[in-house]
């Protein structure tokens, strides 16, 4: 079982910029994918990023050139900078670990992030 405890949201006004970590409890490594979903209120939860163990990364078009994904697998961590935040960017957040394609999805807890004036 991966555990995933994750941190780093909040209120930020547009244009800001936020950090979210996501903390495995094993090596990241051996991790094929770690990434996040998001939802906002009333909305589907949504994709937004993912990063593979070789270090390829996918975004999702309405985050593509904001967000950036990376690793530090010294700390078996994964980390999403998230700038030129938009309201419409607001939604709780959750990452996601995989071990491979045909693997169980293990969580970390959602975390809020709120773009407001």
């Known amino acids: 079982q991966v555990q995933l405890v994750a941190s780093g949201g909040g209120l930020v006004q547009p244009g800001g910029s936020l950090r979210l970590s996501c903390a495995a409890s094993e090596s990241i490594s051996s991790i094929l994918f770690m990434g996040w979903y998001r939802q906002a209120p009333g909305k589907q939860r949504e994709w937004v990023v993912e990063?593979?163990?070789?270090?390829?990364?996918n975004y999702a078009d309405s985050v593509k050139g904001r967000f950036t994904i990376s690793r530090d697998s010294a700390k078996n961590t994964v980390y999403l900078q998230m700038n030129s935040l938009k309201p419409e960017d607001t939604a709780v957040y959750s990452c996601?670990?995989?071990?491979?394609?045909?693997?169980?999805?293990?969580w970390g807890q959602g975390i809020q992030v709120t773009v407001s004036s």
């Open positions: 990063i593979l163990s070789g270090g390829s990364t």
């Open positions: 996601y670990a995989q071990r491979s394609v045909t693997a169980r999805r293990y």
